[in-house]
């Protein structure tokens, strides 16, 4: 292999990937919307998996991430590169997130199970029908009991817990300390924890 094609296979370091974003950002606040397109691209598929670790397979998805890129268009002005763009775009993210989880808690108390065709999104292709089904279940237990925690509460778990994100980059991400959300977490775990004991045993099934 050639060094330069070497270099074409080399993936661009966390440095470089903010630079080209502080470059993006730059020129769409100029007006170039063709920049702000790109951001796009960039960022797209981490905004959907980050939005679907936080709320679960939502059918409001789609448009729930067409509002965080809204908000972020709108906001660019106020973007003054403190942190990273990509911390800056993914607050906004939680953001959308704790009011999209706050509005469903009020909305209907309880919330309803969900359906196989919004599970089947987060499944691996390849799966075989037996394995497909088990997934499904399994799934849908995890966000019941995540249904039972409060939105910030959520949203820390599932940053440190479920991303394994430190609690400072998690904090940042958070807008709070590193020891609030700590706390939040060892909440949610102690919920979950009452949650699964309530949890009937099933009885082996006879061989």
């Keep these: 292999m050639t060094p330069a094609s070497t270099m074409r296979m080399r993936r661009a370091s966390p440095a470089d990937e903010a630079a080209e974003d502080a470059r993006l950002v730059a020129a769409a606040e100029a007006g170039d ?3 702000f397109d790109k951001l796009y691209r960039r960022h797209l598929d981490s905004v959907y998996a980050r939005l679907t670790r936080v709320v679960g397979p939502a059918p409001e ?8 890129f809204l908000d972020v268009y709108r906001a660019l002005r106020r973007f003054r590169g403190d942190a990273s763009f990509s911390t800056y775009l993914h607050r906004i993210v939680l953001n959308v997130a704790y009011e999209h989880l706050e509005r469903r808690r009020r909305g209907r108390g309880r919330n309803e199970p969900l359906e196989d065709r919004q599970l089947e999104t987060l499944i ?18 995890v966000f019941a009991r ?13 940053l440190v817990a479920v991303e394994c994100l430190p609690l400072e980059e998690a904090a940042a991400l958070l807008g ?7 706390q939040r977490v060892l909440d949610a775990r102690r919920e979950l924890a009452v949650a699964l004991e309530r949890v009937p045993k099933k009885e082996p099934e006879p061989t």
Excluded at 61 to 68: C, E, N, P, T, Y
Excluded at 131 to 141: D, S, V
Excluded at 176 to 182: I, L
């Design 176 to 182: 709070a300390n590193a020891a609030a959300v700590k």
């Design 146 to 158: 995540l249904d039972r925690l409060s939105p910030k509460r959520r949203a820390a778990f599932v």
């Design 33 to 35: 919307r063709g920049a």
């Design 61 to 68: 998805r789609d448009d729930l991430v067409q509002q965080i």
């Design 124 to 141: 691996a292709p390849g799966a075989s029908p037996e394995q497909r089904a088990r997934q499904r279940e399994e799934l849908r237990a």
